[in-house]
């Protein structure tokens, strides 16, 4: 294993990049704005340090061996990111700071996204960090701010607040129910029951809310995500038990309709949480204040 000592140096690897993109030295060096000879020093030393050839001449024409070809994915990527993480640090003056937000991905694209709008113009200094996260880790791990999750409210280390509970509700393409309407709630197994992974219990508690029992509860097409449910019942997949706030849009116009009239209260919440240690912090103050004020909002 390298050390950091013996790790190849960034001007090195732009100059394996390069020559690999081109192959040649002499366009290379003419890219880099360097000699010819300071380019293939900087490839003979990273092909040293590696202990691989990474180029080869074949009849006079320079190609990548199977090294270089594979080291070339690795060395794009890190071009790349150093490349975002320069332009980011640019695009924002001295007085910016970054609130890092993590949120489920289809609560953040729902529910908390359109409640950002504005957010810019009142604060400007404060640049929103987003990333998506089914889990609270990132908050538990230091990686971010805020974290939106669905639970019963309590993190360690965490303060949490309560946002609202949500209401499940079987819908599904209107295009899939059957003309004649349904006896009995157990009926919808037969149209395909869709699976989410955050919710394995859903259907279940949902038919024993009924006084119902399904063989078929805990079958179907499984999805990691509500909005990947949401997708699958438009496409006429199967019925999926979703947050009826989720759907609201899709119910409105017709692209999904409830499958049978029962909603199920969920035990568990949403909630906004952040590092007890932060809560003083203004930029965290902020935002915990901005979404308390639209909490009301439609």
């Known amino acids: 294993m390298l050390s950091k000592r013996h790790l190849p140096s960034m001007t ?37 340090m590696l202990q691989h050839l990474l180029f080869r001449r074949v009849r006079r024409r320079l190609q990548l061996t199977p ?24 695009s924002y003056g001295g007085e910016t700071q970054v609130l890092r937000v993590a949120t489920p991905p289809t609560f953040g694209a729902r529910w908390l996204i359109p409640r950002l709008n504005g957010w810019r113009h009142r604060h400007p ?8 996260e089914l889990e609270p880790s990132d908050l538990l791990q230091s990686r971010c701010d805020i974290a ?6 309590t993190l360690p280390g965490a303060e949490c607040m309560h946002l609202f509970g949500e209401e499940m509700v079987p819908v599904c393409s209107p295009a899939i129910l059957p003309e004649k309407p ?29 006084g119902k029992h399904s063989e078929h509860s805990y079958h179907g097409p ?20 979703l947050p009826r706030f989720l759907v ?9 309709v409830i499958a049978w009239e029962h909603g199920l209260a969920s035990r568990s919440g949403y909630y906004l949480a952040y590092p007890e240690h932060a809560a003083a912090v203004p930029k965290v103050q902020a935002f915990v204040e901005w979404i308390q004020a639209r909490l009301t909002a439609p």
């Open 148 to 153: 939106f999750f669905f639970g019963a409210g």
């Open 125 to 132: 200094n404060i640049h929103l960090d987003l990333r998506q």
């Open 67 to 90: 090294a270089g070809d594979l080291y070339l994915v690795e060395v794009r990527k890190i071009l790349t990111q150093v490349e975002m993480s320069t332009h980011y640090l640019l």
């Open 182 to 210: 349904l006896n009995d709630p157990t009926q919808l197994a037969e149209l395909v029951l869709l699976q989410n992974a955050t919710r394995p219990e859903a259907w279940h508690e949902w038919f024993l809310s009924l």
């Open 12 to 48: 090195a690897l732009q100059c394996f990049e390069a020559v690999a993109r081109h192959l040649s030295f002499t366009r290379a060096s003419e890219e880099l704005n360097l000699t010819q000879s300071a380019v293939s020093k900087q490839v003979a030393q990273l092909e040293e």
């Open 248 to 256: 609201r849009e899709e119910l409105d116009e017709g692209k999904l």
């Open 222 to 241: 499984r999805f990691d995500t509500f909005y990947m449910c949401i997708r699958a019942a438009q496409a006429g997949c199967g019925v999926a038990l």
